[in-house]
């Protein structure tokens, strides 16, 4: 929770979350329009899409499909009777008038959903409903001087709108939550997250109170496109807010506009302007009614999510939670993370897929499809240093060869001869030279100072170029000096 | 006027399966037919060449043996189902110049078992009213004169260009629609039969939207037989259209067995309403007596929310036409009538592109679904549409069949009701009902008025029994000789 200290005392941030997440699908929701991002414009549009006379939806049974499994993933309830209503009002990439939603009767009622904080807290957001509806078009007005162009690719994709319950307290946790969400939507396949590309879009409903008071009056901001921005968009309105109330004024509830490039907003609409959108069930479709034991097969084929995997690497891996965490967040990440755990030490292991590996990726801008370290090869890096051929210094400077060249570990060991030596007899002798020609730092070490045991190995190490193996040197040096 | 116009359906279909004239010989003689006709205004675009060539392909079809259920016969078409690359108005001024590149699936459906165009017929503007004067194409005249009157009657709404059409033997059947009556009142008011199906018998797809709950297709022809085989056609489950029925279709014609003793027959009290003209009653009395003699059991019946039908229609077809005419915005099709901004031309394109009826229905329509007048009149008017289908239910575990006028009044003056839209309104006063209901219903003509104009009796039926409704149909007809022919062509 966020306290912010105004003039006049604290204020708290009351937040929720409205989400359109574009559903993953071939088809749109009612048309057998495609919905490939980026197509040329008014290249995907069906005589459905475009609102010709006489045309009628038909129901996709993949985009119930998938808003059921979001629903299961929230962990939902999942209304087996739900209604298609028809939203009415007039804008130009709105082809039929009226855009085609849930209103009375959504597909999926209340659920909840976990995130994790920062400091390793977690806290229960609450889902007030997802329903499914149909996107609209785009306009385009810079095309030309005077007219506006319109695509209609767009139009009739499906969107599952989720809504969270005023739950959240900071920007913080708006920000986490929609992470969170998204790496739902993301194992579960319903929908690819991405919100530069418009595929998952937010509007922020804020107020502030006082603590322990009841809710303020909230306003709503519309279409922030990226986590960064909502989060900013929170403080810009928290304040925004707070400056009014504390002058003595009203927040008037509205809808805003935030604009990232100036980092302002500005009101869209007052209350008093709100369309009224006159639902009514849409009678070109049935009530659609789900089967109970259709819902319980697709709960069966829910993949593991990632709260789920979390509690399991904790207790099957021993990962303290933050590397859990940061391992399960996405879904590749974490199938990559197990493949190369895979009989090698987990916690060794997630060091070195968080550490060197996720740095090398981020350094690099690659994935883990093109990355060119596989999990094979991450993993024979490891095995190396379990089995004590090279130290975990040698294996970092092999790690960044293996980077840029593609190499095996092996192979770069071998060509440049960074194999530790752990040949005893090789050591003494190398120890023996050493501490025959530094008598002076043998006395001073006999007479007390054993913080030097750490020159005498520095030393041994220098001489074999970092490939003797630290603890037996350690060892040897120690038996022979003492 | 050549002797083939004056054939029914089923006579055609006999005399080209016999080879007796050809289907170009059939069709040429119905394109004469329209052309000589125009003067009803019928049609609002002729197609004689798709017609002429679509006759050649239906003789070729034949040779090959290949022949359909309705193999060479020249159909009108009600200008509210989308017809591929040919003019589709609504009868609106809003939907000049366009043109579909989609064919509607009643239309598809009737040109593969044989059938052919003659053209697109006139009706009121997107099938809103019960007399055809609200098309942006001008009213259409009935084929019918009172007795030593020349004053032009309306043939009906809204399906009245192919009810005219059709009365006229300028098609051997038409498409029509109905919403609430369009194509029952129409074909009473023109002395032919007319079916509406069950909701959800014959597909919506392609089939321009006026209430979706309520638009249905069917078939308007001079015989009993002839709706019979043209439903045949024309109906069928459509996984385009998500409340068509997957029920297979009936041969309908076998139903028709003549025999209909012991059949149950309903006489609903509340459709003897306050003035309705003794000559209704008269004709309902004699549809009584003849299904009586044909050893029918009458059976009195209560449908005791009928009254409520009416406003109820009122309230749930304007709601959704107002919905479903919010497409008709300028941007993608049709007339576009420019303006200073995107609201401008709304207004502008809308207010040019609408006649007042249709704009009278959407403002209805719009302030019964707005916010704190929704449940008052939207919710009540849904309630008491289960109410009205409950009444029917009720009433079917008595009786088979009922039978009703299908109209108050016989046709009236063209221009006549205009200023006054609830007695308009009260044309459809026993339609709604069943429309209301989802079920089936037919028209047939039963006799002429006092003023030598065509009545109509209804049979409504049961969900899906289009068949039995026929089979009673046929023995109304059979006892009711109704030879009379429309002045135009006497």
């Not at chain 1, 050591?427 to 007479?447: P, S």
């Not at chain 2, 023109?190 to 638009?215: E, H, M």
Request: proline share 5%.
């Amino acid at each position: 929770m966020t306290i912010i200290e105004g003039k006049t005392g604290p204020w708290e941030m009351v937040i929720g979350l409205e989400v359109h997440a574009q559903v993953t699908a071939v088809s749109k929701l009612f048309s057998g329009a495609a919905t490939t991002f980026g197509a040329e414009p008014n290249s995907q549009v069906s005589l459905v899409d475009a609102a010709m006379p006489g045309m009628l939806p038909v129901l996709n049974e993949m985009a119930v499909k998938q808003a059921v499994k979001t629903g299961l993933g929230l962990n939902a309830r999942i209304n087996l009777f739900s209604e298609f209503e028809r939203k009415n009002y007039f804008y130009a990439d709105l082809p039929q008038g009226y855009q085609i939603s849930q209103f009375l009767y959504p597909i999926v009622g209340e659920g909840t959903i976990i995130l994790d904080l920062a400091d390793g807290e977690t806290r229960d957001v609450g889902i007030e409903r997802l329903h499914l509806e149909q996107d609209a078009g785009k306009s385009l007005h810079d095309q030309h001087p005077s007219m506006t162009y319109i695509d209609l690719n767009r139009s009739g994709v499906t969107l599952m709108e989720i809504v969270t319950k005023p739950d959240m307290r900071s920007a913080e946790e708006a920000g986490a939550c929609l992470r969170k969400l998204r790496s739902i939507l993301r194992y579960l396949g319903t929908c690819d997250g991405n919100m530069d590309e418009g595929s998952m879009r937010c509007d922020v409903n804020l107020s502030m109170r006082r603590p322990g008071e009841p809710y303020g009056t909230r306003t709503e901001t519309k279409n922030v496109n990226s986590i960064r921005f909502v989060q900013q968009s929170i403080e810009l309105e928290a304040r925004r807010q707070v400056a009014v109330l504390e002058e003595g004024g009203t927040i008037a509830q509205e809808t805003r506009l935030f604009d990232a490039g100036k980092g302002t907003s500005r009101s869209m609409r007052s209350k008093e302007e709100a369309h009224d959108y006159r639902y009514f069930p849409d009678p070109d479709l049935l009530p659609l009614v789900l089967d109970e034991a259709w819902v319980e097969s697709l709960k069966k084929e829910l993949p593991e999510l990632p709260d789920q995997k979390m509690i399991r690497f904790i207790s099957d891996f021993g990962l303290p939670v933050y590397d859990a965490g940061v391992l399960v967040a996405d879904q590749e990440t974490a199938a990559f993370y197990e493949t190369v755990a895979r009989g090698r030490d987990p916690k060794l292991t997630a060091n070195w897929v968080i550490g060197d590996y996720f740095g090398a990726m981020n350094k690099s801008g690659a994935n883990l499809g093109n990355a060119p370290v596989d999990a094979a090869r991450l993993g024979a890096l490891i095995d190396l240093i379990a089995d004590d051929t090279i130290s975990g210094r040698t294996a970092k400077e092999v790690f960044e060869e293996m980077w840029e060249t593609g190499k095996d570990a092996a192979a770069i060991v071998e060509e440049k001869g960074l194999k530790q030596i752990t040949d005893t007899g090789a050591l003494e002798t190398i120890i023996d030279q050493l501490i025959a020609d530094n008598a002076g730092q043998v006395e001073l070490y006999k007479g007390g100072n054993v913080k030097l045991i750490g020159w005498f190995v520095g030393q041994v190490m220098k001489a074999t170029q970092g490939t003797a193996n630290p603890g037996m040197v350690n060892k040897l040096l120690k038996t022979k000096l003492d | 006027m050549s002797k083939l116009t004056h054939l029914t359906m089923t006579e055609a279909r006999d005399g080209l399966a016999k080879g007796e004239f050809s289907a170009r010989e059939l069709v040429q003689a119905h394109v004469e037919a329209v052309e000589a006709c125009r003067s009803l205004n019928a049609f609002i675009t002729e197609t004689p060449e798709q017609a002429l060539d679509g006759a050649d392909a239906s003789d070729a079809r034949r040779r090959k043996g290949e022949a359909g259920a309705l193999e060479g016969i020249p159909l009108a078409i009600k200008d509210l189902f989308c017809t591929f690359d040919v003019l589709t108005t609504a009868g609106s001024h809003i939907l000049d110049g366009f043109k579909p590149q989609y064919e509607s699936t009643v239309s598809a459906n009737l040109w593969s078992a044989g059938a052919v165009m003659l053209g697109k017929t006139n009706l009121d503007e997107f099938a809103m009213g019960s007399s055809n004067m609200t098309s942006f194409y001008g009213g259409v005249e009935n084929p019918w004169r009172r007795t030593g009157s020349n004053e032009p009657l309306v043939p009906g709404g809204s399906s009245g260009g192919s009810a005219a059409a059709v009365a006229a033997r300028c098609a051997m059947g038409a498409t029509g629609t109905d919403t609430g009556g369009s194509i029952r009142q129409p074909a009473a008011f023109c002395g032919i039969v007319g079916l509406k199906p069950t909701y959800g018998r014959c597909s919506r797809w392609g089939t321009v939207a006026f209430a979706s709950s309520l638009d249905q297709a069917g078939p308007m022809t001079r015989s009993v037989r002839d709706a019979a085989i043209m439903l045949g056609g024309m109906a069928g489950h459509d996984a385009k259209d998500s409340t068509s029925v997957n029920t297979p279709v009936p041969d309908y014609e076998a139903a028709m067995t003549g025999d209909i003793r012991g059949l149950k027959v309903g006489i609903p009290k509340e459709y003897r309403i306050d003035g309705m003209p003794a000559e209704i009653d008269g004709v309902w009395q004699q549809g009584i007596d003849w299904l009586k003699a044909a050893g029918a059991e009458i059976v009195d019946i209560s449908l005791p929310h009928t009254r409520y039908a009416l406003p109820t229609y009122y309230i749930i077809a304007p709601a959704e036409a107002s919905s479903n005419l919010a497409r008709y915005d300028g941007v993608r099709y049709g007339l576009r009538v420019p303006g200073d901004s995107l609201d401008d031309m709304y207004e502008a394109t809308r207010g040019e592109g609408f006649g007042a009826e249709v704009k009278r229905r959407i403002l209805i329509g719009t302030y019964v679904l707005s916010a704190g007048y929704y449940d008052a009149y939207y919710n009540k008017a849904r309630r008491i549409r289960t109410l009205i289908a409950n009444d029917f239910k009720a009433a079917y575990e008595k009786v088979d069949v009922i039978l009703t006028p299908t109209a108050p009044s016989a046709a009236f003056g063209m221009g006549d009701k205009m200023d006054d839209p609830v007695a308009m309104y009260l044309n459809d006063v026993f339609t709604v009902p069943a429309s209301l209901a989802g079920l089936p219903g037919i028209s047939l003509p039963a006799g002429l008025s006092g003023e030598g104009l065509p009545l109509g009796l209804q049979l409504l039926g049961q969900p899906f029994e289009e068949g039995k409704l026929l089979q009673v149909a046929e023995v109304l007809e059979t006892a009711a000789e109704f030879k009379a022919l429309p002045q135009i062509i006497s």
